[in-house]
Antibody
Framework: QVQLKESGPGLVQPSETLSLTCTVS????????VSWVRQPSGKGPEWMGR???????AYNSALKSRLSISRDTSKNQVFLKMNSLQTDDTGTYYC??????????WGQGTLVTVSS | NTVMTQSPTSMFISVGDRVTMNCKAS??????VDWYQQKTGQSPKLLIYGASNRYTGVPDRFTGSGSGTDFTLTISNMQAEDLAVYYCLQYNYNPWTFGGGTKLELK
Protein backbone atom coordinates (compact mmCIF):
# COMPACT_ATOMS: atom_id res chain seq x y z
CA GLN A 1 0.00 0.00 0.00
CA VAL A 2 1.42 3.32 -1.08
CA GLN A 3 1.80 5.83 1.75
CA LEU A 4 3.40 9.24 1.99
CA LYS A 5 3.65 11.16 5.25
CA GLU A 6 4.90 14.69 5.71
CA SER A 7 6.48 15.91 8.91
CA GLY A 8 8.04 19.12 10.13
CA PRO A 9 7.53 22.15 12.35
CA GLY A 10 4.07 23.62 12.35
CA LEU A 11 5.34 27.14 13.04
CA VAL A 12 8.22 28.96 11.38
CA GLN A 13 9.44 32.48 12.07
CA PRO A 14 9.52 34.97 9.19
CA SER A 15 12.86 34.97 7.34
CA GLU A 16 13.70 31.53 8.73
CA THR A 17 14.17 28.25 6.84
CA LEU A 18 11.49 25.58 6.51
CA SER A 19 12.59 21.94 6.64
CA LEU A 20 10.09 19.19 5.84
CA THR A 21 10.45 15.42 5.50
CA CYS A 22 8.33 13.10 3.39
CA THR A 23 8.56 9.47 4.51
CA VAL A 24 7.26 6.99 1.97
CA SER A 25 6.32 3.32 2.03
CA UNK A 26 4.96 0.83 -0.46
CA UNK A 27 7.23 1.96 -3.30
CA UNK A 28 10.83 2.79 -4.06
CA UNK A 29 12.16 6.32 -4.50
CA UNK A 30 14.46 4.95 -7.21
CA UNK A 31 11.42 3.89 -9.25
CA UNK A 32 9.01 6.80 -8.74
CA UNK A 33 9.35 10.58 -8.75
CA VAL A 34 8.07 12.58 -5.79
CA SER A 35 6.79 16.15 -6.01
CA TRP A 36 6.12 18.71 -3.31
CA VAL A 37 2.88 20.68 -3.64
CA ARG A 38 1.63 23.41 -1.31
CA GLN A 39 -1.78 24.94 -0.82
CA PRO A 40 -2.63 28.20 0.93
CA SER A 41 -5.86 28.00 2.86
CA GLY A 42 -8.86 28.40 0.55
CA LYS A 43 -6.75 28.54 -2.61
CA GLY A 44 -5.63 26.19 -5.35
CA PRO A 45 -2.51 24.05 -4.98
CA GLU A 46 0.92 25.11 -6.26
CA TRP A 47 3.49 22.66 -7.59
CA MET A 48 6.83 23.42 -5.95
CA GLY A 49 9.33 20.95 -7.32
CA ARG A 50 10.25 17.35 -7.95
CA UNK A 51 12.78 14.71 -6.97
CA UNK A 52 13.08 12.52 -10.02
CA UNK A 53 13.44 8.75 -9.56
CA UNK A 54 17.02 9.03 -10.86
CA UNK A 55 18.00 11.63 -8.26
CA UNK A 56 17.71 14.69 -10.47
CA UNK A 57 15.58 17.64 -9.37
CA ALA A 58 13.26 20.19 -10.98
CA TYR A 59 11.89 23.35 -9.41
CA ASN A 60 9.14 25.85 -9.98
CA SER A 61 10.97 28.90 -11.28
CA ALA A 62 8.99 31.10 -8.90
CA LEU A 63 10.56 29.31 -5.93
CA LYS A 64 13.85 28.07 -7.36
CA SER A 65 16.07 30.62 -5.63
CA ARG A 66 14.74 29.61 -2.20
CA LEU A 67 14.01 25.90 -2.60
CA SER A 68 16.05 22.71 -2.31
CA ILE A 69 14.79 19.12 -2.58
CA SER A 70 16.93 16.12 -1.64
CA ARG A 71 16.47 12.51 -0.60
CA ASP A 72 17.83 9.59 1.40
CA THR A 73 16.83 6.43 -0.41
CA SER A 74 18.06 4.21 2.45
CA LYS A 75 15.50 5.84 4.74
CA ASN A 76 12.78 6.21 2.08
CA GLN A 77 12.71 9.95 2.71
CA VAL A 78 12.49 13.07 0.55
CA PHE A 79 13.37 16.44 2.04
CA LEU A 80 12.27 19.99 1.31
CA LYS A 81 14.17 23.05 2.44
CA MET A 82 12.98 26.55 1.67
CA ASN A 83 14.61 29.67 3.03
CA SER A 84 13.54 33.28 3.63
CA LEU A 85 10.00 32.32 4.57
CA GLN A 86 7.31 35.00 4.57
CA THR A 87 3.70 35.04 5.73
CA ASP A 88 2.42 34.17 2.26
CA ASP A 89 4.30 30.85 2.51
CA THR A 90 1.72 29.78 5.09
CA GLY A 91 -0.31 26.78 3.97
CA THR A 92 -0.51 23.00 3.82
CA TYR A 93 2.49 21.26 2.29
CA TYR A 94 2.00 17.91 0.57
CA CYS A 95 4.33 15.35 -0.89
CA UNK A 96 2.98 13.40 -3.82
CA UNK A 97 3.97 10.37 -5.84
CA UNK A 98 3.78 10.60 -9.61
CA UNK A 99 2.05 7.51 -11.01
CA UNK A 100 3.44 6.01 -14.21
CA UNK A 101 0.10 6.18 -16.01
CA UNK A 102 -0.70 9.67 -14.79
CA UNK A 103 -2.01 11.33 -11.70
CA UNK A 104 -0.67 11.95 -8.23
CA UNK A 105 -0.99 10.03 -4.97
CA TRP A 106 -1.01 12.50 -2.05
CA GLY A 107 0.15 12.44 1.53
CA GLN A 108 -2.05 13.79 4.30
CA GLY A 109 -0.24 17.13 4.28
CA THR A 110 1.34 19.19 7.02
CA LEU A 111 0.23 22.70 7.96
CA VAL A 112 2.98 25.29 8.09
CA THR A 113 2.30 28.68 9.62
CA VAL A 114 4.78 31.51 9.16
CA SER A 115 4.38 33.92 12.03
CA SER A 116 6.38 35.64 14.72
CA ASN B 1 3.58 29.66 -17.02
CA THR B 2 0.45 27.85 -18.20
CA VAL B 3 -2.59 29.34 -16.52
CA MET B 4 -5.49 26.98 -15.82
CA THR B 5 -8.77 28.88 -15.47
CA GLN B 6 -11.66 26.98 -13.88
CA SER B 7 -15.29 27.97 -14.20
CA PRO B 8 -17.54 28.46 -12.46
CA THR B 9 -15.78 29.12 -9.15
CA SER B 10 -18.79 27.75 -7.28
CA MET B 11 -22.02 25.95 -8.06
CA PHE B 12 -25.15 25.40 -6.00
CA ILE B 13 -26.54 22.02 -6.86
CA SER B 14 -29.09 19.42 -5.80
CA VAL B 15 -28.66 15.68 -5.37
CA GLY B 16 -29.37 14.02 -8.69
CA ASP B 17 -28.28 17.00 -10.78
CA ARG B 18 -25.98 16.72 -13.76
CA VAL B 19 -22.97 18.91 -13.04
CA THR B 20 -20.51 20.27 -15.59
CA MET B 21 -17.41 22.25 -14.74
CA ASN B 22 -14.73 23.59 -17.02
CA CYS B 23 -11.00 24.15 -17.11
CA LYS B 24 -9.34 26.29 -19.78
CA ALA B 25 -5.58 26.23 -20.39
CA SER B 26 -3.73 29.33 -21.59
CA UNK B 27 -1.89 27.18 -24.13
CA UNK B 28 -2.22 23.75 -25.71
CA UNK B 29 -1.57 21.06 -23.11
CA UNK B 30 -2.70 18.09 -25.20
CA UNK B 31 -4.49 15.65 -22.91
CA UNK B 32 -2.05 16.12 -20.03
CA VAL B 33 -4.70 17.14 -17.52
CA ASP B 34 -5.84 15.54 -14.28
CA TRP B 35 -8.89 16.25 -12.14
CA TYR B 36 -8.80 16.05 -8.33
CA GLN B 37 -11.51 16.12 -5.69
CA GLN B 38 -10.79 17.74 -2.34
CA LYS B 39 -13.19 17.47 0.57
CA THR B 40 -12.89 19.77 3.58
CA GLY B 41 -9.90 18.92 5.72
CA GLN B 42 -8.62 16.25 3.34
CA SER B 43 -5.89 16.04 0.75
CA PRO B 44 -6.85 16.07 -2.94
CA LYS B 45 -7.77 12.72 -4.47
CA LEU B 46 -7.27 11.71 -8.09
CA LEU B 47 -10.43 11.29 -10.14
CA ILE B 48 -9.34 11.57 -13.78
CA TYR B 49 -5.91 11.39 -15.41
CA GLY B 50 -4.91 12.02 -18.99
CA ALA B 51 -8.03 14.16 -19.45
CA SER B 52 -10.46 11.24 -19.72
CA ASN B 53 -9.19 8.19 -17.83
CA ARG B 54 -11.12 7.38 -14.70
CA TYR B 55 -8.88 6.34 -11.79
CA THR B 56 -9.42 2.97 -10.15
CA GLY B 57 -12.42 2.96 -7.86
CA VAL B 58 -13.85 6.27 -9.08
CA PRO B 59 -17.61 5.96 -9.75
CA ASP B 60 -18.60 6.02 -13.40
CA ARG B 61 -20.78 9.07 -12.83
CA PHE B 62 -17.51 11.06 -13.10
CA THR B 63 -16.42 11.70 -16.70
CA GLY B 64 -13.54 13.80 -18.00
CA SER B 65 -13.25 15.09 -21.55
CA GLY B 66 -11.35 17.56 -23.67
CA SER B 67 -8.00 18.18 -25.27
CA GLY B 68 -5.83 21.11 -26.26
CA THR B 69 -7.04 24.04 -24.17
CA ASP B 70 -10.57 23.11 -23.07
CA PHE B 71 -11.44 20.43 -20.55
CA THR B 72 -14.62 19.36 -18.79
CA LEU B 73 -15.48 17.30 -15.73
CA THR B 74 -19.05 16.02 -15.61
CA ILE B 75 -20.84 14.40 -12.70
CA SER B 76 -23.88 12.69 -14.20
CA ASN B 77 -25.96 12.10 -11.07
CA MET B 78 -24.70 14.26 -8.23
CA GLN B 79 -24.52 12.58 -4.84
CA ALA B 80 -24.18 14.21 -1.45
CA GLU B 81 -20.72 12.69 -1.02
CA ASP B 82 -19.56 14.56 -4.14
CA LEU B 83 -19.73 17.91 -2.35
CA ALA B 84 -16.16 19.12 -2.57
CA VAL B 85 -13.80 21.42 -4.40
CA TYR B 86 -12.56 20.13 -7.75
CA TYR B 87 -9.20 21.11 -9.24
CA CYS B 88 -7.67 20.57 -12.65
CA LEU B 89 -3.92 20.17 -13.11
CA GLN B 90 -1.86 20.44 -16.29
CA TYR B 91 1.38 18.49 -16.43
CA ASN B 92 2.38 19.19 -20.01
CA TYR B 93 4.65 22.11 -19.15
CA ASN B 94 6.91 22.94 -16.23
CA PRO B 95 5.93 24.24 -13.84
CA TRP B 96 2.86 22.07 -13.47
CA THR B 97 -0.08 24.34 -12.69
CA PHE B 98 -3.44 23.88 -11.00
CA GLY B 99 -6.69 25.71 -11.56
CA GLY B 100 -8.28 27.77 -8.81
CA GLY B 101 -11.01 25.21 -8.19
CA THR B 102 -14.76 24.79 -8.53
CA LYS B 103 -16.65 24.42 -5.26
CA LEU B 104 -19.87 22.41 -5.23
CA GLU B 105 -22.41 23.43 -2.59
CA LEU B 106 -25.96 22.33 -1.84
CA LYS B 107 -28.86 24.54 -2.84
Amino acid sequence: QVQLKESGPGLVQPSETLSLTCTVSGFSLTSYSVSWVRQPSGKGPEWMGRMWYDGDTAYNSALKSRLSISRDTSKNQVFLKMNSLQTDDTGTYYCTRERYSGGLDWGQGTLVTVSS
Amino acid sequence: NTVMTQSPTSMFISVGDRVTMNCKASQNVGTNVDWYQQKTGQSPKLLIYGASNRYTGVPDRFTGSGSGTDFTLTISNMQAEDLAVYYCLQYNYNPWTFGGGTKLELK
